[in-house]
């Protein structure tokens, strides 16, 4: 019998090989938005380690919505189509592939991490940031309050980068709202101070989010397969906590989206989290539960027992994994033979197999 970690997942009319998902993360590497040679070897990784689902970081709507100087983007048709062969490689493994569409806000314009400094300046490509309010977070810049035209452009701008992230063959599209990025600062009470429709009530703070959510819907259709990542609390008393998250999950899947990859935290620089394996497991199963939507979890989920409990238990019905698949791009393969299974390996790796029934 197989595991239930290694069982296929249906989204949509749209079948997942198996519940092992490989987490967005940031790799710092474009040129101008745009993917290369390093995107195409670490993905390429990935795509022969057999997961049920790769979804690539953070990619930008708008050149002031990417995190990095570095990180890639999808406001342009040349960004989408350095795209396409490794999508193309990736589906010749079986292997389905996502995109998280994103805008960093107030946390954008900075250096990668290996630098030596945090914030790019004008003349390192850097860029002024905009935000729900103007404030700043911890020790980067003040942001630009966005004005209410520039948040109906940039609903379009997600649009389309939707639309261009479909036409060159991502399977499914993630918007990011999570870790205290641009659409996090709205809904959270926290980083949105504005008086307008877009601030104050929770119905406000949410509204971003929607119109993303039902402009990025209408760009894709219906056969698409929509998630949207959300930090399920900031960690603080004053902060948004699971049962706003609750409660926009089942507006988010009135408005078709289909799976609530939960994360969490990223408004607050010191908010005190007890990080340890699992920590977000719980807030993915209320939202499941209470929202009556699909859900993955991600967070110190390492171990092959671990992820297929929380499957096996119904506490998410995937798992995301990051660092893991850092270390070890073949987690997933591992996994399956620590478990008892056989799945599909790349013909050019059988010979590692340890088990073959």
């Known amino acids: 019998?197989?595991?239930?970690?290694?069982?296929?997942?249906?989204?949509?009319?749209?079948?997942?090989?198996?519940?092992?998902?490989?987490?967005?993360?940031?790799?710092?590497?474009?040129?101008?938005?745009?993917?290369?040679?390093?995107?195409?070897?670490h993905i390429g990784a990935l795509a022969t380690g057999a997961p049920g689902l790769i979804v690539v970081e953070a990619s930008a709507v708008s050149p002031e919505g990417r995190i990095s100087i570095a990180c890639p983007g999808l406001?342009?048709?040349?960004?989408?189509?350095?795209?396409?062969?490794?999508?193309?490689?990736?589906?010749?493994?079986?292997?389905?592939?996502?995109?998280?569409?994103?805008?960093?806000?107030?946390?954008?314009?900075?250096?990668?991490?290996?630098?030596?400094?945090?914030?790019?300046?004008?003349?390192?490509g850097g860029w002024?940031?905009?935000?729900?309010?103007?404030?700043?977070?911890?020790n980067m810049p003040t942001p630009r309050e966005l004005t209410v035209e520039e948040i109906k452009n940039l609903v379009a701008d997600f649009a389309a980068a939707a639309k261009r992230a479909k036409s060159v063959g991502f399977d499914v599209i993630e918007i990011h709202a999570a870790h205290g990025y641009l659409?996090?600062?709205?809904?959270?009470?926290?980083?949105?101070?504005?008086?307008?429709?877009?601030?104050?009530?929770?119905?406000?703070?949410?509204?971003?989010?929607?119109?993303?959510?039902?402009?990025?819907?209408?760009?894709?259709?219906?056969?698409?397969?929509?998630?949207?990542?959300?930090?399920?609390?900031?960690?603080?008393?004053?902060?948004?906590?699971?049962e706003d998250s609750i409660k926009l999950s089942k507006e988010l899947k009135a408005l078709g989206v289909d799976l609530i990859d939960v994360s969490s935290g990223g408004t607050v620089p010191n908010a005190q989290i007890p990080v340890v394996p699992g920590y977000q497991v719980e807030f993915a199963t209320r939202i499941k539960n209470e929202a009556e939507i699909a859900t993955s979890a991600v967070g110190l989920i390492t171990d092959a027992k671990q992820a297929n409990e929380i499957v096996a238990t119904g506490k998410?019905?995937?798992?995301?994994?990051?660092?893991?698949?850092?270390?070890?791009?073949?987690?997933?393969?591992?996994?399956?033979?620590?478990?008892?299974?056989?799945?599909?390996?790349?013909?050019?790796?059988?010979?590692?197999?340890t088990i073959t029934s």
């Open 1 to 41: 019998m197989t595991s239930p970690l290694f069982t296929p997942l249906t989204l949509r009319n749209f079948e997942f090989p198996n519940r092992v998902w490989v987490s967005p993360m940031c790799q710092y590497s474009a040129v101008e938005g745009v993917v290369g040679d390093w995107h195409r070897n």
């Open 75 to 124: 406001w342009s048709d040349q960004q989408a189509a350095a795209f396409e062969s490794i999508i193309d490689f990736a589906h010749s493994q079986q292997v389905p592939m996502a995109i998280q569409l994103a805008h960093a806000g107030r946390k954008g314009s900075s250096m990668r991490p290996w630098d030596d400094h945090l914030v790019a300046s004008a003349t390192e």
């Open 316 to 353: 998410a019905d995937a798992v995301m994994l990051a660092r893991a698949m850092l270390r070890n791009p073949r987690w997933a393969m591992q996994a399956a033979e620590e478990l008892g299974d056989v799945i599909p390996w790349s013909n050019q790796l059988l010979r590692g197999r």
């Open 183 to 242: 659409l996090h600062q709205f809904y959270s009470p926290i980083s949105n101070q504005r008086t307008d429709e877009y601030g104050g009530s929770f119905e406000n703070r949410i509204r971003f989010l929607l119109e993303v959510t039902k402009a990025v819907r209408a760009a894709i259709g219906d056969e698409t397969v929509l998630f949207v990542r959300i930090s399920a609390t900031d960690w603080v008393p004053e902060g948004w906590d699971i």
């Open 128 to 138: 002024e940031t905009v935000s729900a309010t103007a404030a700043g977070f911890n």
